[in-house]
């Protein structure tokens, strides 16, 4: 499994402002995917990350909302832009098996929860 | 499209007892992957057994184990000996197609009790 960190681990922002949160891996993952959880409820993903190419948006997401980075193999950044408190959740970034080969296992950072005022 | 259902939003055990958690899922793949991640109230998501579809042997992690049942598809977890640490929401997920993407039950809460 891989060892994955993600900064800031919680913030409380005003509405209208930007969140960058970094996603940080021990080693060189293929895929990364970033995640929101509202309060109570399921995840849902919300793009996919691949390094050297643009990210794959779900349904329901955009990049002007949420831009996303992958500079490396072992690193991602996503915004939250224009933020309203509609955007309070827990956004998780997760990568797939350090092995090269992508099987679906997927191992999650702890997360960082964004509380919109 | 997948879709996972988990149709148990919230359980309660006993301390040491055994509880088995219900996921049912619907998909046109042959080949896929399906998982239980346990999340407590830390909120990380944390994998607690992975069971791939070729497979016809039920996956076993300690305490965890699963009744795989790949033609009514379903996907149910066995906790055996429950421990106040088990105490956590659980997902049920599947993995399958090109895009290596997971789709997420709604959750189970599992309450372990002393």
């Known amino acids: 499994s891989a060892v994955i960190s993600q900064k800031p681990s919680r913030d409380i922002c005003q509405r209208g402002t930007s969140l960058t949160i970094q996603c940080q891996v021990d080693s060189q993952v293929t895929m990364m995917f970033w995640y929101r959880q509202q309060p109570g409820q399921s995840l849902t993903l919300i793009a996919t990350?691949?390094?050297?190419?643009?990210?794959?948006?779900e349904s329901g997401f955009v990049i002007d909302k949420f831009p996303i980075s992958r500079p490396n193999l072992t690193f991602s950044t996503l915004t939250v832009s224009n933020m309203s408190p509609e955007d309070s959740s827990i956004y998780l970034c997760?990568?797939?098996?350090?092995?090269?080969?992508?099987?679906?296992?997927?191992?999650f950072g702890p997360g960082t929860r964004l509380t919109v005022t | 499209a997948q879709t996972v259902t988990q149709s148990q939003p919230e359980m309660s055990v006993q301390e040491a007892e055994t509880v088995t958690l219900s996921c049912t899922y619907d998909t046109s793949e042959n080949n896929y992957y399906l998982f239980w991640y346990k999340q407590p109230p830390s909120r990380q998501m944390i994998l607690v057994i992975r069971q791939e579809a070729y497979k016809q042997q039920n996956a076993t992690e300690n305490r965890f184990s699963v009744n795989f049942q790949k033609a009514a598809k379903s996907f149910s977890l066995k906790i055996s000996d429950s421990q106040l640490g088990d105490t956590a929401m659980y997902f049920c997920a599947f993995g399958g197609g090109s895009n290596y993407k997971l789709t997420f039950g709604k959750g189970t809460l599992l309450t372990v009790n002393p």
């Open positions: 990350a691949n390094q050297g190419s643009e990210a794959t948006y």
């Open positions: 997760s990568v797939d098996t350090p092995t090269g080969v992508s099987s679906y296992e997927q191992y």
